[in-house]
């Protein structure tokens, strides 16, 4: 059985409940996991996540790289590459979660972040979305995975949230039912879920906080040269 959660943010909950009424809008989350094993920890974490999100009223999406290919191994047309794309477009808030292997992230992982460019068009699709970044570990507690996402969400221009969760020996963790057992690890995962809706909603309400000096000085230049061709 899964743990239960009497105590969960009451804010948020009185925010999920007013969308459920349809007040406001649910935080669109996408989540990402590292490996495509048929039973996947860094999978079974993100579904966790994901139950929790929703809970706390949040719209998710959780994107399975099977069939993903090898970056630039197939057009950017190919479907699997375009179903990502869409849903980092789509999403406002993300979750990224990789088994560790080698002391690095999965190249399953990697390889869906090396699919996307830093703009489509006049959009960069990761710019200024939220992120949470976990790991799963076969053996002891080790950081190194979520170290390295959060280099590579700083790289992505993303806003990536303090806390963070490791999980060793994942395989204990996990009930016959593939549910997360109760624990401090369990416990993290849940801080971690609250605060990347916390910060999802700052940022929703507050779209100032990531409007950039050089890209409104880059827009106001690209308005000026299309006014002036249009007067010649």
Not at 2 to 12: D, G, K, S, T
Not at 93 to 101: A, T
Not at 171 to 189: G, H, I
């Amino acid at each position: 059985m899964a743990p239960q959660l009497p105590n969960l943010n009451a804010a948020l909950l009185d925010a999920a409940n007013d969308g459920e009424a349809g007040a406001i809008d649910k935080p669109r989350i996408l989540l990402l996991y590292g490996s495509t094993r048929p039973r996947s920890f860094s999978r079974l974490m993100v579904e966790e996540a994901a139950r929790l999100l929703e809970h706390l009223g949040a719209e998710t999406r959780i994107f399975d790289p099977s069939g993903l290919p090898l970056p630039d191994d197939a057009p950017v047309e190919h479907p699997r590459v375009q179903a990502l794309l869409e849903l980092m477009q789509w999403s406002e808030g993300q979750v990224w979660c990789s088994p560790e292997r080698h002391g690095a992230m999965s190249a399953v992982f990697k390889a869906q972040i090396d699919w996307v460019p830093l703009a489509i068009g006049a959009v960069r699709p990761t710019q200024g979305k939220t992120l949470a970044v976990m790991q799963v570990c076969g053996g002891s507690q080790s950081f190194n995975v979520v170290n390295q996402l959060r280099v590579l969400g700083r790289w992505m221009r993303m806003f990536t949230i303090p806390n963070q969760s490791s999980v060793p020996k994942a395989y204990l963790e996990f009930d016959e039912d593939n549910r997360m057992k109760a624990s401090p690890y369990y416990d993290r995962v849940v801080d971690v879920m609250e605060e990347l809706m916390k910060f999802t909603r700052l940022l929703r309400e507050r779209p100032d906080l990531v409007d950039r000096y050089s890209e409104r000085k880059e827009s106001a230049d690209d308005l000026s040269s299309r006014v002036n061709q249009r007067s010649i």
